[in-house]
């Protein structure tokens, strides 16, 4: 596992990702784990190989995604400028490697690399565009096509068309029930795009699948 398996932490300076190389240790996340939760201090975790779902929660502890993160991005950067949403949530949907930062720490060297900093802010401004183009879709799509969105996102960001996805877990991706799931996949498998089993799902046609992305 190489740090610079990051796309964050790939476009920096030599210094700079020297100097993260050093502070950063490597980290095993799991399936399902909510990033942040256990934190005693704040870190930041720059991915590799893990990714992990954003989260809305509501009062009831109902939950919507509204975006997905890879081996392009880290999660927990808005603790680095200081800000904190409860109603914002880091869960880890594929298992897989990062490295880690206590947030501080990271915050320290910002202040003091400019070239950290800028991809840092570069970083939470595409993240939010991306946020932004993800909640506009839900308004607009049915659930087979936000299920099949999901999916091409899932397979595109894991870099895999073997996903480890129970439908429970899907139904809380996508704020809805778990039967609604299991009509929608069902739909999709009819049409060839998907096989799945046990919370095993293989995708047989991506560029189909991201067409019924498409159907409203």
Known sequence: ????DNGLLADLPELERSLLMKACEPVELKAGQVLGAQDATPMVYFLTGATVALLVMDEHHASLAVGLLGSAHAVGLQQVLGCHNPTLEHRVQ????AWCI???????????HAAILNAISRQLWLWVSHVASFA????????????AAWLVLSAQTAQSQHLSLPHEH?????GVRRVSITLAAGQLREQGLLSYSRGQVHVLNLPGLAQAALRS
């Open 94 to 97: 594929t298992a897989g490697a």
């Open 1 to 4: 596992m190489n740090l610079s």
């Open 170 to 174: 899907l139904a809380h991706m996508l």
């Open 102 to 112: 206590p947030a501080p720490l990271l915050q320290a060297m910002a202040l003091d």
């Open 136 to 147: 506009a879709s839900i308004q607009t799509l049915d659930i087979q096509a936000r299920l």
